[in-house]
């Protein structure tokens, strides 16, 4: 009996997919909004702390804001998660799906199907939808695989390949390369909608690639998982 290898195995390619899906939504902020960070919390630290060095206490704020939005996120997915979602590992997509619908029908209520920048109000709503998204993958009550935390991807990918350099496999590296890789493509598919479409179409479409996502998630592989 063939082994499958787990770098391909079916929760590597949701990793993939989900890890794009933090992609598009990084890119649907940053591209339609003052340029606030809905992935990146050490950026967000960064500008709590320096904004009023710069006199920007504006700065210091939202982006305080945003990095208490991101970890309400993880602890409300991590609650659900515990209580209510134990048939159903990837359980988090739900909640970050119906983020993006509140932030979505917030934009549209407080400005339009027109406007292009978007209102704070709503990336907090996807802020805190990226949160629980990085929740969607646990192993022995810790996250196993952080979605948007291309930093430590990153670092991991960088000891992936010392190890392969120092007798080991492609698979000590490859892994975290195509998350790394999945994200930044998600960044780039963002990018050229946000070509075409103006910020609450692009919170839009975001909100339906997200739903397909979690039903698919949360109605075929969440069932195989538990079944196998």
């Known amino acids: 009996m063939r082994v499958p290898n787990p770098i391909f195995d ?3 390619r949701l990793s993939w997919a989900l890890a794009a899906l933090a992609g598009v939504l990084g890119a649907t902020a940053f591209t339609h909004s003052e340029g606030y960070f809905v992935t990146f919390m050490t950026g967000n630290a960064q500008r709590a702390v320096l904004g009023y ?3 920007d206490v ?3 704020i939202t982006a305080g804001l945003l990095i208490v939005c991101f970890v309400a996120g ?3 997915a991590s609650v659900c998660r515990r209580r209510y979602w134990s048939a159903h590992p990837h359980g988090p ?3 970050t799906t119906f983020s993006l619908v509140a932030a979505t029908a917030l ?3 407080e400005d339009g199907w027109d406007v292009n920048m978007l209102d704070f109000a709503p990336i907090m709503l996807v802020v805190f939808g990226i949160g629980s998204l990085n929740t969607s993958f ?4 810790e996250v196993s695989i952080p979605l948007s935390y291309v930093t430590g991807t990153l670092v991991k990918m960088g000891q992936g390949i010392e190890r392969h350099i120092s007798g080991g496999t492609i698979a000590d590296w490859l892994g975290y390369f195509l998350l790394f890789a999945s994200f930044t493509l998600g960044g780039a598919i963002g990018g050229g909608i946000s070509l075409v479409v103006n910020g ?3 919170l839009v479409v975001a909100t339906v690639i997200c739903a397909l996502t979690t039903g698919i998630t949360y109605f075929h592989l969440d069932r195989r998982a538990v079944l196998d």
């Open 58 to 60: 504006l700065m210091a």
């Open 107 to 109: 934009d549209i209520i």
């Open 138 to 141: 646990v192993k022995d009550g």
């Open 93 to 95: 997509t739900v909640l």
């Open 53 to 55: 060095f710069r006199h």
């Open 10 to 12: 079916s929760e590597a």
């Open 200 to 202: 609450t179409w692009m």
């Open 74 to 76: 993880v602890v409300t």
